[in-house]
């Protein structure tokens, strides 16, 4: 029977994950992937170049297996993923491999464009220790109030189960977007000195006044 359960430990680590049915209403919650500006999309220690691109794809299609992306030289994946708005998360899927390369635990950050693997030796907004899911039964729920404005996610996965590599093959993101807005900045220039120029007929005035 589905189920819930949430972790919070001293260490800052805390995860919030439910099992979740599979209504047919699932492919539009989870559409998020349509507003992430895929050209910007980053993937940092992939094995293929542009295979971290594919795990972001519709619901219906999770189960995809042709579709993964694999590390490199370690077990450690990094996304970088800029929206092409505001987004407010509220839930993640996690479809790994079907043996030890399903990453074990996520780690979560907020509008940090660019970041690397130095980047993420700070603390993360959230993390998650993560069970294996190779059909997308598990929803992770992000803070909201955290979560609440991103228009940059980046999400680390630095370890798995136990094998040599990670793979992924699906990464659901679940939320409301909001279109961004952008304001034009005001430039004002202040006099902060005379300008000569400006007063130069008051000067001449000033310079062709007979003196008594």
Same mark, same amino acid.
């Given at each position: 029977m589905?189920h819930?359960?949430?972790h919070?430990?001293?260490?800052g680590?805390?995860?919030?994950?439910?099992h979740?049915d599979?209504?047919?209403e699932?492919?539009?919650?989870?559409?998020?992937?349509e507003?992430?500006?895929l050209?910007?999309?980053?993937?940092l220690?992939?094995?293929?170049?542009?295979?971290?691109?594919?795990?972001?794809?519709?619901y219906e299609?999770?189960?995809?297996?042709?579709?993964?992306?694999?590390?490199d030289?370690?077990?450690?994946?990094?996304f970088?993923?800029?929206?092409?708005?505001?987004i407010?998360?509220k839930?993640?899927?996690?479809?790994?491999? @079907?043996?030890?390369? $399903?990453? &074990? %635990?996520?780690r979560?950050?907020? *509008?940090?464009?660019?970041?690397?693997f130095?980047?993420?030796?700070?603390?993360?907004?959230?993390?998650?220790?993560?069970?294996?899911?190779?059909?997308?039964?598990i929803?992770?729920?992000?803070?909201?109030v955290?979560f609440?404005?991103?228009?940059?996610?980046?999400?680390?996965?630095p370890?798995?189960?136990?094998?040599?590599?990670?793979?992924?093959?699906?990464?659901?993101?679940?939320?409301?977007?909001?279109?961004?807005?952008?304001?034009?900045?005001t430039?004002?220039n202040?006099?902060?000195?005379? @300008?000569v120029?400006? $007063?130069? &007929? %008051?000067?001449?005035?000033?310079? *062709?006044?007979?003196?008594q």
């Amino acid at each position: 029977m589905p189920h819930g359960h949430s972790h919070n430990h001293d260490s800052g680590c805390s995860d919030e994950a439910a099992h979740i049915d599979q209504p047919l209403e699932m492919g539009i919650e989870y559409s998020l992937y349509e507003k992430i500006d895929l050209d910007n999309l980053e993937c940092l220690n992939e094995e293929l170049e542009g295979s971290g691109k594919r795990v972001f794809r519709p619901y219906e299609n999770r189960l995809d297996t042709t579709q993964f992306v694999k590390s490199d030289s370690d077990e450690e994946l990094l996304f970088n993923i800029p929206f092409t708005g505001n987004i407010k998360l509220k839930g993640i899927i996690i479809i790994g491999g @079907n043996d030890e390369s $399903h990453p &074990n %635990k996520m780690r979560l950050f907020k *509008n940090r464009p660019k970041m690397t693997f130095d980047d993420v030796l700070v603390k993360a907004d959230q993390e998650f220790e993560l069970s294996p899911d190779y059909r997308g039964e598990i929803e992770y729920s992000p803070k909201v109030v955290t979560f609440s404005s991103v228009y940059h996610l980046s999400i680390h996965f630095p370890t798995n189960f136990g094998a040599d590599n990670t793979c992924i093959h699906y990464i659901g993101l679940r939320g409301e977007f909001s279109e961004a807005h952008y304001h034009g900045v005001t430039i004002c220039n202040y006099e902060a000195r005379p @300008n000569v120029t400006d $007063h130069k &007929n %008051k000067l001449y005035d000033s310079v *062709n006044h007979t003196i008594q």
